[in-house]
């Protein structure tokens, strides 16, 4: 949930964080297909949003394929499932929806997302849904796709050197050498 978190707060606060890093970030809260379903692959032509968290039974992760996540695991610390008023309170933290609703730009933020195509999660379907609304306002994500990644430390470690690449350019004014530079120029 770092992922999830980093792009959320940079969203909220861009005047505090302008870069923000996620590494299988689940970024779309209420990412579902046209026809409900939660582990479905994403589809611009078949997307819905999830209107409803009352069924704690509904499975969000898969391992194994025996060892099943359900809803109620990660809603229930957070939400009231039968608080009608969660679906609205999980939009106002969702960042695919933030984008439009706070008018993040394409001169705004620094972002990075790492992701893979097995995720037992489903975050690939959350990602793709996000960079397709990130497309539409014209928001820059440096995007790092591993086709058999799935959701666990031998895929984010791959991800690693491309982060610390990406990241070189963007932390370089703030390096000690820029610092002593600067001084000396003033």
């Known amino acids: 949930m ?8 940079s969203f909220k606060h ?3 964080f302008k870069t923000a890093v996620g590494i299988f970030p689940p970024l779309n809260l209420r990412w579902v297909d046209c026809h409900c379903r939660y582990m479905a692959n994403f ?5 819905g949003w999830r209107m409803s968290v009352r069924n704690g039974r509904e499975v ?4 194994y394929g025996i060892v099943f996540v359900r809803l109620k695991r990660l809603i229930d610390p957070l939400y009231d499932r039968n608080d009608p008023a969660t679906i609205y309170l999980m939009s106002l933290e969702n960042p695919t929806e933030m984008i439009s609703r706070l008018g993040i730009g394409p001169d705004t933020h620094n972002l990075y997302i790492g992701y893979g195509g097995k995720d037992e999660f489903n975050i690939d379907a959350q990602v793709e849904s996000f960079l397709y609304v990130a497309r539409e306002h014209h928001l820059p994500v440096r995007v790092d796709f591993i086709p058999n990644g799935r959701h666990n430390l031998d895929t984010a470690i791959r991800f690693l050197p491309n982060i610390i690449d990406w990241l070189a350019p963007i932390l370089a004014p703030y390096s000690p050498e820029a610092s002593v530079e600067n001084l000396q120029t003033d």
């Open 60 to 63: 969000i992760g898969r391992f």
């Open 2 to 9: 770092g992922g999830f978190a980093s792009f959320n707060q």
């Open 43 to 47: 589809d611009p032509c078949c997307w």
């Open 14 to 16: 861009p005047d505090r």
